[in-house]
């Protein structure tokens, strides 16, 4: 999914942190994500995905940490 930009997965009950998390590693380009009503993904795990985004952008690990 490298060209994939947007993605609305809300109130997708089986949308889960694994799935948040590979979703940011794997989708290099993605810069919308909806997760709306998905009560299976925690507050922590949104913040890690959008650190790991960052951290891909920059291709540095310096970028300093969004904290939840």
Same mark, same amino acid.
């Given at each position: 999914?490298?060209?994939? @930009?947007?993605? /609305? ?6 949308? +889960? ?6 979703? *940011?590693?794997?989708? !290099? ?7 709306? !009503?998905?009560? *299976?993904? +925690?507050?922590?795990?949104?913040? /890690?995905?959008? /650190? ?5 952008? @920059? !291709? ?9």
């Amino acid at each position: 999914c490298p060209q994939l @930009t947007e993605v /609305n997965m809300s109130f997708c009950t089986k949308v +889960t942190d694994e799935f948040v998390q590979e979703l *940011a590693k794997r989708c !290099g380009s993605l810069h919308r994500l909806r997760l709306d !009503g998905c009560a *299976a993904v +925690t507050d922590v795990e949104i913040v /890690n995905a959008i /650190n790991t985004r960052r951290r891909q952008r @920059t !291709g540095s690990r310096a970028t300093p940490p969004l904290r939840a």
